[in-house]
């Protein structure tokens, strides 16, 4: 596949596209009544695999620049995807296996929210392809899987942001100017927490029923256990949380938006030490993802702590009383502690240790938008802020935090040679067996 970064010239390779797919003419701004917008050869050829959820937002964000034009939708279903093709018939084709989408040449970007278990190998194989990717969170689902989304994208040298789009946030950006400054002083302890209440019942109870006409379920489930349909896991990325084989639960379902903001803020690696505990306790439903997790992750100079909770709302300075999702991070410096969660922010003294409460400058500039910053990167060929080079040490932290909780011990991790030190199975554990016939990508260890 071509790999050449210049995108006018790879606009040009348009009319060689495989006659096996037909591709629509890419109108230009004019004929579109769209008078001042880019030239096509200027634009960015963008395709997506998933359009349900936060695909079709992703889609949206990019589709409203002017120097964007949808070319490729991608969906096992018929009735998602043509529903995403109304919107964009005049430029984009449709296709139900997303390896016809990668197999063309005149698509320069792609956007992949597909379900989890899927992530790291159509990312995988999308770079291998040379395209820049958008990969919606979690980047991956084991620990493996996280260095070889990195490695293949830095091999085949692509773009890459994920989705965090929190990340973009003006409160994200003071909360990092204030511990930056020195103001609270050395930090020891970061907690963060996402907490819901989803009752016994949680998400309930799906009927036995086949697919719904139009929908592949053998290509939604991919590389993931073969199981029969259920309507709850196929609906949404809520409910997919609750089933640990595909999304490995609700700890990498929110946790990549909050544990971000400790790493952004201290510049941490990856931690050396990861301890999970939890299980399934409270909650009876179709699922069998954990309703409760603790996790304590060690690093050389402070220690983070993340708890996960689908069965109790309670979110101390966050809210309480009735069932919320709630959020939060606490860091616990000798100064202080600044708490904040996605949009507010609060710091309380130690003291007469704290001198000085005037606010930092703000030194961080503002965001275009995490999609805006992406399609500004495949343009520049500067890495974006959450490229895969930074958020592998997110991802990894987390995958290996599940790991920890299947084993039911402790797993140390070696930044330097990257490997799992003194423990076997997890070392095994830590790459997954893909359902045949699809192959974990080993080549990208």
Known sequence: MPTDTDITRRRMLQATVSAAIAVPTIVPASALGRAGQPAPSDRISLGIIGVNGMGRSNLANCAKHADVAVTAICDVSTERREK???????????????????????????????????????????????KDIYLQK???LHPAESLAVRNAVNRHKR????????????????????????????????????????????????????????????????PGPARPFNALLYSNSYNHCSFFDYTGGWTPGMAPHIVDLPVWALNLGVPTETSCTGGRYVIKDDGDAPDTQEVTWR?????????????NSFAFDFGRGKPAR????????????????YGKHEIVPEGEFFKDP??????????????????????????????VNYHYKIDLALTLANLSY??????????????????????????PVYRRPWKFPAEYL
């Open 84 to 130: 995403a093709l109304q919107v964009h018939k005049a430029t984009a084709k449709g296709h139900r296996d997303f390896r016809e989408l990668l197999a063309r040449t005149d698509v320069d970007a792609v956007i992949i929210a597909s379900p989890p278990h899927w992530h790291a190998l159509m990312a995988i194989e999308a770079v291998k392809a040379g």
């Open 358 to 387: 005037a606010a930092p400058p703000q030194t961080i500039p503002p965001s275009p938008g995490h999609e805006r910053e992406w399609l500004d990167s495949v343009k520049s060929r500067k890495e974006p802020s959450c490229s």
């Open 159 to 222: 773009i890459s942001q994920i989705g965090t789009q929190i990340h973009a946030t003006s409160n994200y950006r003071r909360v990092v100017e204030w511990i930056q400054s020195g103001k609270l002083g050395p930090v020891s302890v970061v907690r963060t927490f996402n907490v819901m209440n989803q009752g016994v019942n949680g998400i309930g109870h799906a009927p036995q029923e086949g697919p719904p006409a139009g929908l592949d379920w053998d290509m939604w489930l991919g």
């Open 406 to 431: 299947k084993l039911g011990r402790s797993v140390h991790f070696d930044p330097k040679t990257e490997k799992i030190v003194g423990d076997k199975q997890a070392a095994k554990l830590a790459r």
């Open 138 to 140: 979690p980047m991956s």
């Open 299 to 311: 690093y050389p100079n402070v220690t983070m702590t993340w708890s996960m909770n689908c069965a």
């Open 326 to 341: 709630r959020l939060g991070i606490y860091f616990h410096a000798v100064n202080g502690t600044l708490f904040t969660d």
